[in-house]
């Protein structure tokens, strides 16, 4: 099963607004996380205790999506301890395929994912994640997930 542990946020409205997606990825922020082998067939609860909790993630599981565990990060867990994409582009450096990093995705539109005059959906096709497929099988999920709240 892949994990998408991430936080949601506006960061400016008006004519053009902006949204940010920060998605724990792995493989340098390259690849979304999945849980190991043995983990797949787990009960929610588990998974949530083994991949999140014990990683320091507290938040609550927005759902499950063709396969893939959307988990909202609470804003007052502190991600300092974690390497994030500015840290390496800061330093000129490419992350190592080691690294687990957060990861900005970005949406310019009125609602996250939601199609609009803007058409940023085909740069989002562009981003590839892995097998998990692209930034746009992200976003789309993020849409439904807002409409839920």
């Given amino acids: ?7 949601l946020e506006k960061l400016c409205d008006g ?14 922020g390259k690849e979304v996380w999945q849980t190991d082998s043995e983990d797949s067939d787990a009960p929610l609860e588990t998974i949530v205790q083994s991949y999140f909790l014990e990683n320091g993630l ?7 999506y063709d396969g893939a565990l959307f988990y ?9 301890s974690f390497y994030t994409w500015s840290d390496f582009l800061q330093n000129h450096q490419e992350p190592s395929d ?11 539109g009125h609602a ?3 199609p609009d005059e803007f058409d940023w959906m085909p740069c989002c096709r562009d981003v590839c994640l892995g ?4 930034c746009e099988r992200v976003w789309m999920v993020l849409r439904e997930v807002a409409k839920g709240t």
């Fill in 15 to 28: 004519a053009f607004p902006v949204w940010r997606a920060l998605v724990f990825l792995t493989a340098g």
């Fill in 112 to 114: 996250p994912g939601e």
């Fill in 131 to 134: 097998s998990f497929g692209s």
């Fill in 58 to 64: 507290e938040g609550c599981v927005k759902g499950v």
């Fill in 72 to 80: 909202e990060v609470s804003p007052s867990t502190s991600l300092s």
């Fill in 98 to 108: 080691a690294c687990e990093v957060w990861r900005p995705l970005f949406w310019i």
């Fill in 1 to 7: 099963m892949y994990l998408i542990p991430y936080r």
